[in-house]
């Protein structure tokens, strides 16, 4: 069974850092898929969800939606089935659900979300 367990989340003021974590387990995901990408999405209250991040499998090729460039980084470890999402310079508009997908070949797979909120 395929699962992502996202971690890392929590309460966060502007300025501050934070690392999510996405781990991939289940038959459905290996090691050896190169055609395995790993991203980020995230949906704030009353919006629709939107793409933050994607890394495909090499780790060499990576795509950033535009509010993040600069902030985000999505490295991927040697494992293949890990991926993290490191979030400088936060903003409150960065408070969000976040969740990790996986797409093979066409199909995706999702987490449950791991939620980052603003404090004041």
């Known amino acids: 069974q395929a699962q992502l367990v996202e971690s890392g989340g929590g309460s966060v003021q502007a300025g501050d850092s934070l690392r999510l974590s996405c781990v991939a387990s289940?038959?459905?995901?290996?090691?050896?898929?190169?055609?395995?990408?790993m991203g980020w999405y995230r949906q704030a209250p009353g919006k629709e969800r939107e793409f933050v991040a994607r890394?495909?499998?090499?780790?060499?090729?990576?795509s950033y939606a535009e509010p993040v460039k600069g902030r985000f980084t999505i490295p991927r470890p040697n494992t293949k089935l890990t991926t993290y999402l490191r979030m400088n310079s936060l903003k409150p508009e960065d408070a969000a659900v976040y969740y990790c997908?996986?797409?093979?070949?066409?199909?995706?797979?999702w987490g449950k979300g791991t939620p980052v909120t603003a404090s004041s």
């Open positions: 997908n996986v797409q093979i070949r066409g199909v995706d797979y």
């Open positions: 289940g038959r459905t995901f290996s090691t050896f898929d190169y055609d395995m990408d």
């Open positions: 890394i495909d499998w090499s780790g060499v090729n990576t």
